[in-house]
C-alpha cells in the first residue's frame, strides 16, 4: 500500500515563504467558497459580505480599523515574546485586566473632572495589563512553571475577576439588574480622529507601537538579545545575554501592550465594562502575529485581514442569516491554511510504495 | 576491468552568491579510499552533500556500481548503501544516542538499536553509552555517535567529512583500524581532512578541489606535503615566526576550583588550578569528555555556580559574574561549537558580531543600545577580508559559510577584540593548512602584545606548535603545568591517562 510521507526540503524557497501567507489567504478563501455554497448561499454574496462590504465605504473602513486596533496592538507585544521563545497565550487575559483597570479609573470621573482623566484611564489599562502578565512571568522565573498553561488559566481567573466586578461592586445601581457598569462619563472616552467614524487616536498608539517595535527588533541591542534568546538559547548564554531579563521583557511588553488594548476597548467603543468586553482579541492576535510573520509591518497587515473576519462574520449574520460563528471558521481556517502552506515551504510530499523491492 | 563503486561527472552546484561545485568529476573504485582534498570553502562538503541526496545538483551526473542514479534525498542514499558522517552533526539534543540513531531507522525497536549499537561500538573500540542524551556529550563523543549511525546501515560507500578534525591521536588510531577493515571488507569510502599526514597515510587515491573545480588527482603517497598544499591552495603553507616567550604578570588564575558536574553524565571538575601570565600561551590537553567542557563553561562565565574567589581576573574575583561581564573585563572565548552556540545559523555575519562586540553599538550600556547598521556592516567586511573569510558578504547567513570559514569567522571576531585574556577551544578545528597557519600565527601575534592566551585543544601537535606551557586535564582533574620545552609526546600521552601524579615525584627525585 503506498504511503504519503514528509520530507524536510534541503532549501527552503525564500520567495515562498514570504508568498505563503497570501497563498493561505487564497486557500481560505476558496474553501469559504466551498462553505457558502454547502450553505446553500450564493458563494459571490458571501465573498463580498467578507471582502468588499468592509472596504466599500469610507465608514466601513472606519469600522475595520477600529476592530483591527486592539489586535494590532496585542499582536504586536505577542511577537516581541514569541520572538524570544516566550509562549504567551494569555493575552486574553491581559487585555481585560486592561479592560478592568481603565474601568476602575473611569468610574471615579464625574461630568466635571477634566478630559486629562483619559490618559490615568489608558495607564491604569497598561498597569493592570502588566501586573497581569508580570504574574506569569513571576510564576516561570520563580518555580519554573510553564508560561503556556500558566497565562492560558490565567484568562479564565480574569474573566472570572470581570464577572466579579460587574455583577458585584462595580453593578449600575440603575442597570435594572443587568451585569454591567453605569456607563462612562463623556470626559473619559478616548478622544476620535474624525467626526462621523469611530476611528479613535487609538490607531495612532499602534502606528506608533509598529515603528516602535520595528526599532526594538532590528536597531536596538536589547531587541537582538531578545531574539537571540528564541533563535539559540546556547548563543545567547554564550553572550551573556540574561534570560531571565528576556523573559521579564517579553511578558512585560505583551502584557503592557494587551492592558492598553482593553483600556481603549472599554474607554472608547463599548463605553462601560460588561461581560462581553472578552471577544477573543486575545486569542485572534495570536494568528494575526503568525500570519504576519512576527514582523511589525506584516501585522498591519494581517490585522486589518482579520478585523475583516469579524465584521464579515456579523455582517453574515444580519445580510445572509449565517450564524456569526463564520468568523471564528474563517480566522481557524487561514491559521490552518498558513500552517499547512508553511509546511511545504519546508517539507515536500511523496508516496512512498511500500513492500516493493523486499 | 572492475566498475567503480561511484562516478560523478560534471557535477555543477550554484548557491546565491557562489559555484561551490563546478563540472568535478570523481572515481571511488571498489574498497578504495579516495581522500577529497582542498581549502575550505572549496566545495568539498557540497559535492559530499550532493552524493548523499541532501543536495540537488544543478547538472552532472551520479553513477553507482555502473548505474545512473537519482538520489533525491538521504533515505534513498542510505537504502543504495551510501552512508554518511556530516561536519557539522545532525543530531537532536533532547533525546538519547539510541534514540537519535534511532530515529533513521525503520521497524526495529529501540532495544534492538540499543544492542545494536553497543555490538557496533565493541567491534570497532567506539565507547559510548547508548542510554546518554545527547547533549551531554562533548563534541568529540557525537562524531562517535555519527560513526556508529553510519555504521549501522553497512554502507558499501561511507561519506567522512572532517571525521577526524575532534579526535585525539589515539582515537583518530582507532578510527583507521575500523576505516582499514571497513575498506577490507570491499566499502569504499570517501574522506575528507584537512590534515595530510592523515590523507597520507590513509588514502590511495586523492582529488584536490579548488574554488569549486578539480585541480588535480593524484596518488597522495606519492607527493609531499608540499606539493599537495600546492594544488590545494596555490602555496606552501607560511612558518610560523616564534618569538622568546616573555611571559608578564598574572591575567587569570584558577584556585581550587571544584564545581559538581550539572548533568547526570558530565564530569566534576576536582580542585583545578591553573594560571595565565600575560604574554604566554598555556595550552590544555586531554581527550574530549574529560571536563574540558565543564571547564570552559566555568571560565567563560556561562557556568557561575563556581566558589567565590577560585577564578580571578587580574586582582578582580569574577567568578560571579556573567559572560558579558568577563567580556568587559577582557576575557574572550571561542568555543568549540560554533553553530548554535558561536554563531547563530540563522542570523547574518554581521549580526553575529554583535554577541560579542559592542564597537558599532552607540550607548551600549544604555536605551537598549542602539545598534548603527552600516559601521556593524563595515566591521564584519573588514573581518572577512583581513581573515580571507569566503563569504558572501557581510549579510550571509552564518549557517551558510563553509565549516572552516565559519570557524576563521569566529576566531577572527574574538581576536580582533584585543582582547587581555584570549580563550581558545579547538582554534583550528576544520580550517585548511594555510588558514591554520593563520590562525596560530595571530595567536603568537596577541602574545607577543601581551596578551594572554588559554588554548584548549585535543591536537597535540598544535599545542606543540604554539603553546609556552602546557595542563593536561584528565577525568575532572587539572595536572601541574609543564613548560613546552620539557613535554613530549610520550610524556603527555601517559598524562592524558591521570597519571601525572606518578611522574611528578620522579621529576623531584630528579631535581
Ligand atoms: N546553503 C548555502 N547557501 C549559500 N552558500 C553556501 C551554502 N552552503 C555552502 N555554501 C557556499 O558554498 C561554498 C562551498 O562550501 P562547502 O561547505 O562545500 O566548502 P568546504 O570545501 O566543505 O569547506 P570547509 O573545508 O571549510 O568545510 C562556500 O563558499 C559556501 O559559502
Ligand atoms: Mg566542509
Redesign the interface.
Request: glycine share 10%.
Given at each position: 500500500m503506498p504511503k504519503l510521507k514528509l520530507?524536510a526540503r534541503?532549501?527552503p524557497s525564500q520567495m515562498w515563504s514570504y508568498a505563503s501567507p497570501l497563498l493561505a489567504l487564497a486557500c481560505t478563501v476558496a474553501i469559504g467558497v466551498l462553505l457558502f455554497a454547502l450553505l446553500g448561499k450564493d458563494p459571490v454574496k458571501g465573498l463580498q459580505v467578507f471582502f468588499w462590504e468592509p472596504v466599500k465605504t469610507g465608514y466601513a473602513v472606519g469600522e475595520l480599523v477600529v476592530k483591527a486596533t486592539p489586535l494590532l496592538l496585542i499582536a504586536l507585544g505577542l511577537a516581541v515574546s514569541f520572538r524570544s521563545n516566550v509562549w504567551n497565550i494569555g493575552a486574553e487575559g491581559q487585555y481585560i485586566l486592561g479592560a478592568i483597570g481603565a474601568s476602575g479609573v473611569a468610574l471615579m470621573a464625574n461630568p466635571a473632572t477634566g478630559s486629562w482623566i483619559v490618559v490615568p484611564v489608558l495607564l491604569a489599562g497598561v498597569l493592570a495589563g502588566l501586573f497581569w502578565a508580570g504574574l506569569t512571568a513571576f510564576l516561570r522565573d520563580r518555580f519554573n512553571a510553564n508560561e503556556i498553561l500558566v497565562s492560558l488559566m490565567l484568562v479564565y481567573v480574569a474573566v472570572q475577576v470581570l464577572n466579579f466586578m460587574v455583577f458585584g461592586p462595580w453593578k449600575d445601581p440603575h442597570g435594572y439588574n443587568f451585569p454591567q457598569t453605569k456607563t462612562f462619563e463623556v470626559v473619559t472616552r478616548i478622544p476620535r480622529l474624525f467626526a462621523g467614524s469611530r476611528v479613535s487616536i487609538g490607531i495612532i498608539f499602534a502606528l506608533v507601537g509598529v515603528v516602535l517595535v520595528w526599532v526594538?527588533f532590528?536597531?536596538?541591542?536589547?531587541?537582538?538579545a531578545q531574539q537571540?534568546g528564541g533563535?539559540?538559547p546556547?548563543?545567547s548564554?554564550?553572550?551573556?545575554?540574561?534570560s531571565r531579563r528576556a523573559l521579564w521583557t517579553a511578558l512585560l511588553i505583551s502584557g503592557g501592550l494587551a492592558g492598553l488594548a482593553g483600556a481603549l476597548e472599554v474607554a472608547g467603543p463599548i463605553g462601560q465594562l460588561t461581560p462581553y468586553v472578552p471577544a477573543g482579541y486575545g486569542f485572534a492576535a495570536i494568528i494575526v502575529a503568525y500570519v504576519g510573520r512576527l514582523h511589525p509591518v506584516g501585522m498591519v497587515f494581517s490585522a486589518l485581514l482579520m478585523s475583516m473576519f469579524y465584521i464579515g462574520g456579523e455582517l453574515a449574520q444580519s445580510r445572509l442569516g449565517l450564524p456569526k460563528s463564520l468568523t471564528g471558521v474563517f480566522q481557524g481556517l487561514l491559521l490552518f491554511s498558513l500552517l499547512a502552506c508553511d509546511m511545504l515551504v519546508n517539507y515536500r510530499l511523496r508516496w512512498i510504495a511500500l513492500g516493493v523491492g523486499k | 576491468m572492475t566498475t567503480p563503486r561511484l562516478e560523478l561527472k560534471g557535477i555543477t552546484k550554484a548557491f546565491p552568491d557562489v559555484v561551490a561545485n563546478s563540472d568535478v568529476s570523481l572515481t571511488v573504485m571498489p574498497g578504495e579510499t579516495h581522500a577529497v582534498l582542498g581549502e575550505n570553502g572549496a566545495g568539498k562538503s557540497t559535492l559530499m552533500k550532493v552524493i548523499y541526496g541532501s543536495l540537488m545538483p544543478d547538472a552532472g551526473q551520479i553513477l553507482l556500481n555502473g548505474q545512473v542514479m537519482r538520489i533525491r534525498n538521504p533515505k534513498e542514499a542510505r537504502a543504495n548503501g551510501i552512508g554518511m558522517v556530516f561536519q557539522h552533526f545532525n543530531l537532536f539534543d533532547t533525546m538519547t544516542v539510541a534514540e537519535n540513531v534511532w530515529l533513521g531507522l525503520a521497524r526495529t525497536s529501540l532495544e534492538q538499536v540499543t544492542a545494536s549499537i553497543v555490538a557496533k561500538a565493541t567491534e570497532y573500540g567506539l565507547d559510548i553509552d547508548p542510554r546518554r542524551a545527547v547533549h551531554t556529550l562533548s563534541v568529540g563523543e557525537r562524531q562517535r555517535v555519527e560513526i556508529i549511525r553510519a555504521l549501522l546501515t553497512r554502507p558499501e560507500l561511507l561519506i567522512l567529512d572532517e571525521p577526524t578534525s575532534v579526535l585525539t591521536p589515539q582515537a583518530v588510531e582507532k578510527l583507521f583500524l575500523v576505516l582499514r577493515k571497513l575498506a577490507s571488507e570491499g566499502c569504499s569510502i570517501l574522506y575528507i581532512s584537512h590534515k595530510l599526514h592523515e590523507i597520507r597515510e590513509l588514502c590511495t587515491a586523492c582529488t584536490v578541489l579548488r574554488a569549486g573545480k578539480v585541480t588535480g588527482v593524484c596518488n597522495p603517497k606519492e607527493e609531499s606535503n608540499a606539493s599537495l598544499s600546492r594544488m590545494m591552495i596555490g602555496a606552501e603553507p607560511p612558518l610560523l615566526e616564534h618569538h622568546e616567550c616573555q611571559a608578564g604578570s598574572t591575567t587569570m588564575v584558577v584556585r581550587n576550583l571544584s564545581l559538581e558536574r550539572d548533568d547526570q553524565f558530565g564530569v566534576d571538575l576536582q580542585e583545578i588550578n591553573l594560571s595565565v601570565c600575560a604574554g604566554e600561551i598555556v595550552g590544555i590537553a586531554g581527550v574530549s569528555g574529560n571536563g574540558q567542557k565543564e571547564l570552559l563553561y566555568a571560565l567563560s562565565g556561562e557556568d557561575t555556580r563556581s566558589p567565590h574567589g577560585s577564578i580571578r581576573i587580574g586582582e578582580v574575583d569574577v567568578s560571579a559574574l556573567d559572560p558579558g561581564e568577563r567580556r568587559r573585563m577582557g576575557l574572550h572565548f571561542v568555543p568549540e561549537e560554533r553553530l548554535g552556540r558561536g554563531a547563530v545559523p540563522t542570523l547574518s555575519l554581521a549580526q553575529n558580531l554583535l554577541l560579542t562586540r559592542t564597537e558599532s553599538i552607540s550607548i551600549p550600556r544604555c536605551a537598549g543600545g542602539w545598534i548603527r547598521v552600516k559601521a556593524l556592516a563595515n566591521h564584519a567586511e573588514r573581518l572577512i577580508d583581513r581573515f580571507h573569510i569566503k563569504a558572501g558578504g557581510p549579510n550571509s547567513v552564518a549557517r551558510s559559510l563553509s565549516g572552516g570559514n565559519l570557524q576563521k569567522y569566529i576566531v577572527a571576531r574574538e581576536i580582533d577584540a584585543n582582547p587581555k585574556l584570549l580563550i581558545v577551544s579547538q582554534p583550528t578545528w576544520g580550517v585548511d593548512v594555510g588558514a591554520a597557519a593563520q590562525i596560530r600565527g595571530e595567536i603568537l601575534r596577541l602574545r607577543d602584545e601581551g596578551c594572554a592566551v588559554l588554548v584548549v585543544s585535543e591536537e597535540l601537535d598544535e599545542l606543540f606548535e604554539v603553546c609556552d606551557r602546557m595542563y593536561v586535564i584528565a577525568r575532572g582533574k587539572l595536572s601541574p603545568s609543564i613548560p613546552i620545552a620539557e613535554a613530549t609526546v610520550e610524556k603527555i600521552g601517559e598524562w592524558m591517562s591521570g597519571l601525572w601524579d606518578r611522574s611528578v615525584p620522579g621529576e623531584a627525585r630528579h631535581a
Open positions: 520530507e534541503s532549501q526594538f532590528f536597531r536596538t541591542r536589547s531587541g537582538f537571540v533563535l539559540a546556547a548563543a548564554r554564550y553572550a551573556g545575554f540574561s | -
